[in-house]
């Protein structure tokens, strides 16, 4: 060391803070390396001034000696975050020898220290540093932050390193006295879960039986969902959690399902998946009926199908969203409308189902739902409304022939009212043609007050004269119709022929004044003979 560089080193100790300060840069800037230089600078460090510290660690960083774990494991205790993080930083660095002196500064040291020192030493691969720290965790204190510290330094190790700390894991695992301490043992097979390691799950499983306590089983269950996630899961693991699945211990169903819901739809499970829908948790169910569904099996359609009638509303949801997801489940579905008759609210959820599947029903599926249709509209069933929604969705034409029938049916039993409402579901679903929308405005002025109203009513809006409105739109001969028609009255030709004869359209008023101008002829002393004529002379039509 020269006469220049002594001086520098010697500035360490002056009296004045900040030519120590700016000594200990310069040793920085400069990269001293000296057993002296160490020295001066363990010195700094011990000083209770925020900014020699830092300084010193900077000119510090870099430099290896035995010596620097001691004069830097202090700091780990500074309150000051910055410290505290070039501190650990520094001592990170070291290597091996200065792992082997932090490894004894954890004997006694206070619990921050102590955490500090595990974090710094996790980042090592030692094979001794890796043993003791995998003694810390059946420590109350640091066995958590242990097993956190290490499972934050796996991402960043190799292949290599990751199986030597599974190896050390599972030597812990086969240790008598290690395996007394709950704690320590879930801690290690939560640890051994994180390694994601396919050969793990057969130790796994094994600490997962009902021979374990509820702690170790439960992080045994958790444990399995990375390496199950990392690999194909074998039969006898998916077994096993859905056995877990309905443990007694609702913790550990929970935890079971939570593992199973990280992978794949069990495809050779069907019968564990239907098993465990009966089970005794509501959330495992849930799992189950979900599974089923993804499956997109239709072995399993029958047992998701049962669950629509469970007292459970979750259940029943469940089943029905895990039953939209079957391919092809539509015929099965139809097949349940005529055992559920009489329950409408069961048909609705068939119907809502059938729906997402109309694409793939078959003629003889539609014609059933027609024929179910027919039965409860003329049995007057509950289960009728939503049932010809249905068949209006998945076959317009079957919709359409039945509500036709039905009204004619009404209306040759002069129930009128009930025959336009009929017709009014036709119109409104655009299935009305030109023979049925004639017959659909016949039954309505039946069915209109025998007062009617004369005011100026919209023939676009006004539900009977809209159907006249279409029908003279397509050049039918409706007046010669309607004046052939038993069915309407003079009442009835007078309500259209005064509307029409207003009509700013020359076809629609000539309508009008042909109704009015046979009422004027026909009965020419009768009150609606007299207000016809003058009407038509009012408008200037006759």
């Not at 998916?238 to 794949?264: G, I, K, M, N, Q």
């Amino acid at each position: 060391m020269d006469t220049t560089v002594k001086k520098i080193v010697g500035m360490l100790d002056d009296d004045r803070m900040d030519r120590r300060c700016a000594a200990a840069m310069v040793i920085g800037e400069l990269r001293l390396k000296d057993a002296e230089v160490v020295e001066a600078l363990g010195r700094c460090l011990a000083e209770d001034n925020r900014l020699l510290q830092l300084y010193a660690l900077e000119a510090l960083a870099g430099q290896k000696s035995p010596k620097i774990p001691a004069l830097v494991t202090p700091l780990l205790d500074s309150s000051d975050e910055e410290l505290r993080t070039q501190a650990a930083a520094l001592l990170a660095g070291q290597g091996s020898r200065a792992a082997a002196a932090l490894l004894k500064e954890l004997e006694g040291a206070p619990v921050a220290r102590r955490r500090a020192l595990v974090s710094i030493l996790a980042r090592g691969r030692e094979a001794e540093v890796m043993e003791k720290l995998l003694a810390l965790l059946p420590d109350p204190e640091l066995g958590e932050f242990t097993l956190n510290a290490l499972r934050s330094e796996l991402d960043h190790m190799s292949p290599e390193e990751v199986e030597a700390v599974r190896g050390y894991v599972t030597a812990q695992l086969k240790d008598r006295a290690w395996l007394a301490d709950l704690q320590g043992t879930a801690r290690t097979l939560r640890l051994l879960g994180y390694l994601r390691s396919p050969k793990s799950v057969k130790t796994l499983l094994a600490f997962a039986s009902d021979k374990n306590s509820v702690p170790v089983r439960l992080a045994a269950i958790a444990a399995l969902r990375r390496p199950l996630t990392a690999a194909p899961a074998s039969d006898e693991a998916l077994e096993a959690l859905l056995r877990h699945a309905d443990d007694a211990d609702p913790t550990l169903a929970r935890a079971a399902v939570d593992t199973l819901r990280v992978l794949p739809a069990p495809a050779g499970a069907a019968a564990g998946l239907l098993k465990l829908a009966e089970g005794r948790h509501p959330e495992a169910r849930k799992y189950a009926l979900e599974a089923l569904g993804r499956s997109g099996s239709q072995k399993v359609l029958k047992g998701i199908l049962a669950h629509l009638d469970s007292p459970d509303p979750a259940t029943r949801e469940t089943a029905a969203a895990s039953l939209a997801r079957v391919e092809g489940a539509g015929p099965a579905l139809v097949g349940e409308l005529e055992g559920s008759l009489q329950d409408p609210e069961r048909i609705r959820v068939l119907a809502r189902l059938i729906r997402r599947q109309a694409e793939g029903l078959k003629p003889a599926a539609r014609k059933n739902v027609a024929e179910l249709s027919l039965v409860a509209l003329e049995k007057e069933l509950p289960a009728a409304e939503p049932l010809l929604e249905l068949l209006a969705g998945i076959d317009p034409e079957s919709y359409a022939r039945i509500l036709g029938e039905r009204a004619q049916a009404h209306r040759k039993a002069k129930r009128f009212d009930q025959a336009a409402a009929v017709y009014a579901r036709l119109d409104t679903a655009g299935l009305l043609d030109d023979a049925s929308r004639y017959a659909a405005l016949v039954t309505s002025l039946c069915a209109l007050p025998s007062k009617k109203e004369l005011a100026r009513a919209s023939r676009t809006t006004d539900p009977v004269l809209r159907q006249l409105v279409a029908l003279l739109g397509r050049g039918e001969p409706v007046a010669s119709k309607l004046l052939k028609e038993k069915a309407l009255t003079p009442d009835d030709l007078f309500y259209i022929g005064f509307n029409f004869s207003e009509s700013k359209d020359e076809d629609e008023q000539a309508f009008g004044a042909e109704l009015l101008a046979h009422l004027a002829a026909t009965a020419p002393r009768s009150k609606l003979g007299r207000s016809a004529k003058n009407k038509l002379h009012l408008m200037g039509l006759d």
